[in-house]
């Protein structure tokens, strides 16, 4: 059995991670491609416990370490209980942020390091990667729009970190993606679901083969 892809969407707050996780998952079925939609921190019951820890807005939150830990922890359910036995049923995998979010948001943002959320990674999850991770960068007006839109007052506790916080997350976006630029895509957020969606699939192509 081929094992199937495993693809990733990465950016900031109100990039439209989901909306096009959503449509992917629509194109890739129409083509006969099964797949499973999933999301960080979450996906098992395990790591959605987990991120009710790390999400609930009430206390204090956690050091940059521990929730580093707890993100590494998370990711290594998801990726041991869902994600490798998916991919090894042949199925595609498309996951709604994964281990670059715990580089730009605890390793750059949070200022634990890149090289330490990597270490966590190889513990963790034997340092998988996606086989493509598709970077949606959107104008910080943008957002901010998308992100009142939906969740008003009540951000996160991630969420609601300054503005700040959010512009040294989209920095370490761009920075990885330049970096290791084989295995991303960037791609243009501020346009309609629609526009976004059609270079979501040109981004996809090389790994699709012909319709
Ligand atoms: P979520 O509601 O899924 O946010 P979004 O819709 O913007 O993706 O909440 C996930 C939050 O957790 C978001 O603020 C980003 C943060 N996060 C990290 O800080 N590190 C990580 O490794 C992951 C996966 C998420």
Known sequence: MTLGKFIA?????GAGKSTQ???????????????????????????????GLLLGTSGAGWHPRAEALLFAAARSDHV???IMPALEAGQWVICDRFVDSSRAYQGGAGGLGDAEVIALHQVGSKGLLPDLTLLIEVSPETATARATARDGEAADRIGGR?????????????ALAVAEAARFARIAGDGTAEMVHRQVLAALAPLLGPA
């Open 162 to 174: 300054d503005a700040g916080y959010h512009a040294r997350v989209a920095q370490v976006f761009g």
């Open 80 to 82: 041991e209980r869902l």
């Open 21 to 51: 996780a959503r449509l992917l998952a629509d194109a890739l079925t129409a083509r006969g491609i099964a797949c499973v939609v999933t999301r960080e921190p979450g996906g098992t019951p395990g790591a959605e416990a987990i991120r």
């Open 9 to 13: 969407f990465e950016g900031g707050e």
